[in-house]
């Protein structure tokens, strides 16, 4: 089974940045389609980004479009979110999926999730 390991998430100060990684051992990232999905305490889980395998334009939420960017390193096996500006509102656990298909899922429903960095951003 794909397992997939979120790092980088932190305490932030609100314009501040962290950049997230996604990363598996075993598996060739590449081949899946990678999202970001947040879940912050109350709410309901958020779609944030999604890359597919095809090398076509990411997806991103209207929340952070501007601010977050997705990317691939395929040297390193590595899927990353740069985020930047960030807000209280950022606040969230974050977590990296893959869908085998290649695609970004509707909904996000993907196959495999990893277990989610927290990301805090302070006042």
């Known amino acids: 089974q794909l397992q997939l390991v979120e790092s980088g998430g932190g305490l932030v100060q609100s314009g501040g940045s962290l950049r997230l990684s996604c990363a598996s051992s075993?598996?060739?990232?590449?081949?899946?389609?990678i999202a970001w999905i947040r879940q912050a305490p109350g709410k309901e889980r958020e779609g944030v980004s999604c890359?597919?395998?095809?090398?076509?334009?990411?997806d991103y939420a209207d929340s952070v479009k501007g601010r977050f960017t997705i990317s691939r390193d395929n040297a390193k096996n590595t899927v990353y979110l740069q985020m930047n500006s960030l807000k209280p509102e950022d606040t969230a656990v974050y977590y990296c999926?893959?869908?085998?298909?290649?695609?970004?899922?509707?909904?996000?429903?993907?196959?495999?999730w990893g277990k989610g960095t927290l990301v805090t951003v302070s006042s």
């Open positions: 075993g598996f060739t990232l590449s081949y899946y389609g």
């Open positions: 890359i597919s395998s095809s090398g076509g334009p990411p």
């Open positions: 999926a893959a869908d085998s298909s290649g695609l970004c899922v509707p909904n996000y429903g993907m196959d495999y």
